[in-house]
């Protein structure tokens, strides 16, 4: 039996997916198996996959996409291994994450049973690349109501009996179902064994998908409106905030002025002046970067154009 079974979601990334195998192999901890779900791929996602050519990797197949939740409870099903770990397929882990984990969680109460750790994150859109430490909490429940800066899909290594307590990840999220699992396991009681450091490199580009983004916000809201109602009625503002600001910021980042705005507003009714001051930091960053910009086109010897 492996001492941890690696759940790798893969849709159409035959572009990254080596790397982020490659990464998990290349761990000190050698006896691991590696379920990669080719979750419908329509390129070479299963080519890169078979070419990696290490009898510790096991592909398994959805004849369609099922979206993100659905491939990691394939993975989970299949899993042999005590303790099993999440890599999304366009990230990457850094030497020595699994073993530093492992070693962690051992020390912990038996009741502890999910380590999570801080990343090395790439800002795609943005150009911004930064280490993101992860901050250990008095209080997991409260804080996983409010946002969930966990990065789970690189970073989470459980116990296989997490699972079997809360079950599976909800494959009617196409979004957040990773933070839908981490709050159902902080509800039950679990608290998260957190590791400081960067110990994965995470690739962030915010997708073009808001109505799904949307769809997500309004289940997860729905599914969880009674946990919510038991908090401060000003935390549940801040965090249904928080989750509709989110679903802006992908509906703005595809050129959808009408839709970012409404939702933008259902943030507001919540928050009026936290979102005011958010929009205009926003827009005087944009304002000093152009500036910046231009300043540079009309530096000597270079034309503005």
Not at 39 to 68: C, F, K, M, Q, Y
Not at 249 to 258: E, L, S
Request: glycine fraction near 8%; charged fraction near 25%.
């Amino acid at each position: 039996m492996p001492e941890v079974s690696v759940v790798v979601p893969a849709y159409n990334r035959a572009a990254t997916l080596r790397r982020a195998l490659d990464s998990a192999l290349g761990q000190s901890v050698q006896d691991i198996e590696l379920l990669v779900i080719n979750d419908g791929s329509t390129d070479e996602t299963a080519a890169v996959a078979a070419a990696v050519g290490d009898p510790r990797v096991r592909i398994l197949r959805h004849a369609v996409n099922r979206g993100a939740a659905a491939a990691r409870n394939t993975g989970i099903r299949a899993a042999g291994a005590p303790f099993i770990a999440f890599l999304d397929s366009d990230d990457a882990w850094l030497p020595g994450k699994l073993a530093a984990q492992l070693a962690a969680l051992r020390a912990a109460p038996r009741e502890q049973m999910v380590s999570c750790h801080g990343v090395r994150i790439h800002l795609l859109d943005h150009g911004v690349s930064r280490d993101q430490p992860l901050l250990d909490s008095p209080d997991w429940f409260a804080r996983l109501l409010r946002d969930c800066d966990l990065s789970p899909g690189a970073t989470l290594l459980a116990r296989r009996e997490a699972f079997d307590r809360v079950g599976l990840l909800d494959e009617t999220l196409p979004r957040f179902e990773d933070w839908d699992w981490l709050l159902r396991y902080a509800a039950a009681g679990g608290t998260i064994c957190a590791l400081r450091g960067p110990l994965a490199v995470v690739w962030n580009r915010r997708g073009r998908l808001g109505e799904q983004h949307e769809l997500s916000a309004r289940r997860f809201l729905a599914k969880h409106a009674a946990l919510y109602a038991r908090r401060p009625m000003a935390e549940r503002r801040a965090a249904v905030c928080d989750i509709w600001l989110q679903v802006a910021g992908t509906y703005a980042f595809q050129g959808r002025t009408g839709a970012a705005f409404r939702s933008a507003l259902r943030a507001a009714m919540r928050r009026p002046l936290h979102c005011a001051l958010r929009v205009l930091r926003h827009s005087t960053a944009r304002a000093a970067a152009r500036l910046r910009l231009g300043g540079a086109l009309l530096q000597p010897g270079r034309a503005a154009h």
